[in-house]
C-alpha cells in the first residue's frame, strides 16, 4: 500500500503561484506513474499533469499547459506542481495520483493510489 500526502494549496489572487507538493509513504518498483488531477465544485474530476517516475516524461492538459510543470524528486519520493499564472478557473481540489500503468495515462481509472487533496482557491 503507497500513501500519498498533498500539502501546499491555499488561497491566491489571480496571476500568482503555488506550489503543490505530494508525498509518497515509500517507493515501490510497481509504481511507474504520479499525477495530478483536479476537481472543481459541480464539475468532474479531470486531468492536469503527470510524470514518470524513471524517465521524467511528462504530460499535461492544454489548459494548463506553459503555466504549471510537474517534476519530482526521486530521493524525496515526492513530486510537485509548480502552478504559475493562476486564474480563477483553477480553482479546484487538487488530487495527487500513483499509476502502476506502464507509460503515460491520462485517465483516473489507471491510477491505483490516490492523496486526500489539497484546496487550491483563486480570487479574482
Known amino acids: 500500500q503507497v500513501q500519498l500526502v498533498e500539502s501546499g494549496g491555499g488561497l491566491v489572487q489571480a496571476g500568482g503561484s503555488l506550489r503543490l507538493s505530494c508525498a509518497a509513504s515509500?517507493?515501490?518498483?510497481?509504481?511507474?506513474?504520479m499525477g495530478w488531477f483536479r476537481q472543481a465544485p459541480g464539475k468532474e474530476r479531470e486531468f492536469v499533469a503527470a510524470?514518470?517516475?524513471?524517465?521524467?516524461?511528462?504530460n499535461y492538459a492544454d489548459s494548463v499547459k506553459g503555466r504549471f510543470t510537474i517534476s519530482r524528486d526521486n530521493a524525496k519520493n515526492t513530486v510537485y506542481l509548480q502552478m504559475n499564472s493562476l486564474k480563477p478557473e483553477d480553482t479546484a481540489v487538487y488530487y495527487c495520483a500513483a499509476s502502476t500503468t506502464v507509460g503515460i495515462t491520462i485517465e483516473s481509472l489507471n491510477y491505483n493510489y490516490w492523496g486526500q487533496g489539497t484546496q487550491v482557491t483563486v480570487s479574482s
Open positions: 515509500r517507493r515501490t518498483f510497481s509504481i511507474n506513474l
Open positions: 510524470i514518470s517516475w524513471r524517465l521524467g516524461n511528462t
